[in-house]
């Protein structure tokens, strides 16, 4: 599967934004997917995941509360919104998607997007 990160951008400290990740190639439903980011000089690291069907998800304490990953099958698409940014948040975000494995894990996802870049101003 392909998948097509977007939505990134600029905004202050507060503000929100909403991530979409856009994915091609095979059935979308067939995958659990996951955001994670990376900010220079750190480590890639998870944010959130959702299951296949979208009855689970998962957030990194530092995200719980003020994002909400979601999906929508039919239009093949997922998404995270992002309230009440924060600077600490900028970084580049990666959308993957896996068939099985530790949501929270890197090495689990099997397919990933180029990322989009968020920058959260004070």
């Known amino acids: 599967v392909q998948l097509q990160a977007s939505g990134g951008g600029l905004v202050q400290a507060g503000g929100s934004l909403r991530l979409s990740c856009a994915a091609s190639g095979r059935t979308f439903s067939s995958y659990g997917m996951g955001w994670f980011r990376q900010a220079p000089g750190k480590e890639r690291e998870f944010v959130a995941a959702i299951t296949w069907s979208g009855g689970r998800t998962y957030y990194a304490d530092s995200v719980k509360g003020r994002f909400t990953i979601s999906r929508d099958n039919a239009k093949n698409t997922g998404y995270l919104q992002m309230n009440s940014l924060k600077p600490e948040d900028t970084a580049v975000y990666y959308c993957?998607?896996?068939?099985?494995?530790?949501?929270?894990?890197?090495?689990?996802?099997?397919?990933w997007g180029q990322g989009t870049e968020v920058t959260v101003s004070s």
């Open positions: 993957a998607a896996k068939t099985s494995g530790n949501s929270g894990s890197p090495s689990a996802y099997d397919y």
